[in-house]
């Protein structure tokens, strides 16, 4: 269900779905420590990289809702997988806000 959504999505260049683990699964990704010798990576590439494991956090909780109606893993282990993606999906939706606002704003400068 989730891979028909994102195909309508802004994200529907991220690759296919990734196994995680529940700990990968309850946060956000981290972003690596910058360092003098090394380049942060381009905004784009932070935000792919935000948005697949939004999407992975999607994917996890649909999985294992599936697999809890089947009766192969307890609820408390949905409720979990769940959370984060609701909770990863929150914060992806308040970037996006951010995004939008500060767009406006430059584009109501007067040059």
Avoid at 37 to 46: C, D, K, L, N, W
Avoid at 76 to 89: G, K, T
Wanted: no cysteine.
């Amino acid at each position: 269900m989730i891979d028909k959504i994102s195909g309508l999505s802004g994200l529907s260049g991220i690759a296919g779905p990734r196994e995680t683990d529940m700990a990968g699964a309850a946060a956000m990704p981290t972003m690596p420590a910058v360092s003098g010798a090394q380049s942060p990576g381009s905004f784009a590439e932070t935000l792919k990289t935000m948005g697949e494991g939004v999407v992975d956090n999607l994917k996890t909780a649909e999985g294992k809702s599936f697999a809890a109606i089947k009766g192969e893993v307890p609820t408390r282990e949905v409720v979990d997988a769940i959370m984060a993606a609701e909770q990863s999906l929150q914060t992806a939706v308040a970037i996006r806000d951010k995004m939008v606002t500060a767009y406006l704003e430059i584009a109501r400068m007067q040059i």
